[in-house]
């Protein structure tokens, strides 16, 4: 059964502070994504990385730093929370070309920033 | 910037067809995805048009057409368990554009 795993359902962290989201796939793709998803906006692309050490921004990466070390781990980096990154932060993985195969989706991470 | 546009809620009967079209201002991208999602859960991709035409997945069928810059998902013998959240999205290469979803609703 495939898997991506996310480190926290819920989240509540102040301004400034830095947030680590730790996201694990279990199924060797080469692929990792991050997005965010907020009512009415639908989901954005934050960061993306078709192989180990490799990344890409998407549409929104300001704000957001990313890390992959392992294949089956990738983490997003919140260098100094604010409180518009109060959001579902959902990490996503799959094989093949990224823009071409569907990607297997984590639970999901709401992050609330006081 | 791009835009793709979809209906913000439908609702249809059990044992229906529903169709939720998404238009989209954007070029260069490889294709059109469409996702499920329910409620507080989270999105499982249904399905991948590359080509002009229509793809069949069971009671889902998706269609594109490059040249009118559209697409729909239809659904077919409408389901309860069908409630939920569908989006379209198109991807470039590092740029992956999604719609804000259509709620459909199935009443029995």
């Known amino acids: 059964d495939v898997k991506v795993t996310q480190s926290s359902r819920y989240l509540v962290k102040r301004t400034g502070e830095k947030v680590f989201l730790e996201c694990v796939q279990d199924?060797?793709?080469?692929?990792m994504f991050w997005y965010r998803q907020d009512p009415g906006l639908g989901l954005r692309l934050i960061y993306f990385s078709y192989d180990v050490k490799m990344k890409e921004k998407g549409d929104i990466p300001e704000g957001y730093s990313v890390s992959r070390e392992k294949k089956e781990r990738f983490s997003l980096i919140l260098e100094s929370a604010s409180t518009n990154q109060t959001s579902m932060y959902l990490c996503?993985?799959?094989?093949?070309?990224?823009?071409?195969?569907?990607?297997?989706f984590g639970p999901g991470t709401r992050l609330t920033v006081l | 910037g791009q835009s793709l546009e979809q209906p913000s809620e439908v609702t249809a009967v059990e044992g229906a067809i529903v169709q939720i079209n998404c238009t989209y201002q954007t070029s260069g991208f490889y294709g059109l995805s469409w996702y499920q999602q329910h409620d507080g859960g989270a999105p499982t991709f249904l399905s991948y048009n590359a080509l002009d035409g229509l793809e069949e997945t069971g009671r889902f069928s998706s269609f594109l057409s490059r040249s009118d810059s559209y697409g729909y998902l239809l659904l077919q013998e409408l389901q309860m368990k069908d409630s939920a959240s569908y989006f379209c999205a198109v991807k470039g290469f590092n740029k992956f554009y999604f719609g804000s979803g259509t709620k459909l609703n199935v009443k029995p």
């Open positions: 996503a993985s799959s094989s093949g070309p990224p823009a071409v195969k569907g990607e297997f």
């Open positions: 199924m060797d793709h080469e692929n």
